[in-house]
C-alpha cells in the first residue's frame, strides 16, 4: 500500500482530442496533468484561484513526459497525481495516465514555483503558504 497520498481523477477524452492516427494528442497529456494537479490541491482543501486571489502563481518551471501506450477515443482513461517532492521552493507533482484496463499510458512530472503576480518574481512557497507547504510535507510520496 502507497504511503503516500494520491489523488485520481476520470478524464473524459473527446473526439477533437485525438491526432490523424486516432490516438489522443500528446500534447493533451499536459492538460490531464493540470486537471490531475488541480484535483490533488481540491482534495487536500486548498485552492489555486485561492493562491492567485492571494497574489500569487505557481508557473509550469519543468515538464517530464514519457509515452507508454496510446490511448484513443471511447477509452476510459484516468490521472493519478501525487506530490513527489516539496523543498519551500519547488513543488514537483508525479503523474501517472492510466486507461480502463489499468495499463499504464503515460507517466511524468511537473515542476511548479511560486512567483509573485505583480512582478513575477520568485518567492518561497514555505513563506507564503506555510499550511499549505506542510500539507504537502504530510502528503508527499517518501
Known amino acids: 500500500m502507497e504511503d503516500f497520498f494520491v489523488s485520481t481523477r476520470e478524464i473524459q477524452l473527446y473526439y477533437a482530442d485525438t491526432d490523424m492516427m486516432g490516438v489522443i494528442y500528446h500534447a493533451n497529456y499536459l492538460k490531464y496533468f493540470e486537471l490531475g494537479r488541480t484535483a490533488l490541491i481540491e482534495d487536500i482543501g486548498y485552492s489555486y484561484v485561492a493562491m492567485e486571489e492571494a497574489g500569487y502563481f505557481a508557473p509550469v518551471y519543468d515538464v ?16 493519478k497525481t501525487w506530490v513527489a517532492h516539496n523543498d519551500g521552493i519547488k513543488t514537483i507533482y508525479g503523474y501517472t495516465i492510466i486507461n480502463g484496463n489499468e495499463e499504464v499510458c503515460a507517466e511524468g512530472t511537473t515542476t511548479h514555483i511560486i512567483v509573485k ?17 506542510l500539507k504537502y510535507e504530510d502528503i508527499k510520496k517518501k
Open 117 to 133: 503576480k505583480d512582478n513575477f518574481r520568485p518567492t518561497s512557497f514555505k513563506k507564503a503558504f506555510p499550511d499549505w507547504y
Open 64 to 79: 517530464q513526459v514519457t509515452y507508454k501506450k496510446a490511448l484513443r477515443y471511447g477509452d476510459q482513461a484516468y490521472v
